[in-house]
């Protein structure tokens, strides 16, 4: 399966957004336990989609499900509301 890049702009349609819950599985669990530099791409790619989903998606589950991720792989950072703007309610 072919994964477009965080990197490009394009929109996500709304069926991508139901499917960040795999997706945030499929990336963490491999991870989970390893050094930094297996994590931090991971990471950096769940930061990027988290950014990406509080400017597209507008759902706060699916903010939710990638934060919970990050955590996961024990990154605390947050994903600011200045990074991006704020997802609707």
Not at 10 to 23: H, M, Q, Y
Request: glycine share 10%.
């Amino acid at each position: 399966m072919h994964e477009p890049s965080m990197g490009d702009a394009a929109i996500r349609p709304a069926e991508f957004w139901d499917t960040v819950a795999g997706l945030v599985t499929a990336k963490v669990e491999p991870v989970i336990g390893r050094g930094d530099k297996q994590r931090g791409p991971v990471i950096d790619y769940l930061r990027d989609l988290e950014a990406l989903a509080r400017r597209q998606c507008g759902n706060r589950d699916t903010v939710q499900i990638i934060a919970s991720g990050r955590r996961l792989l024990g990154d605390r950072s947050e994903v600011k509301p200045s990074d991006g703007p704020s997802i609707r309610a």
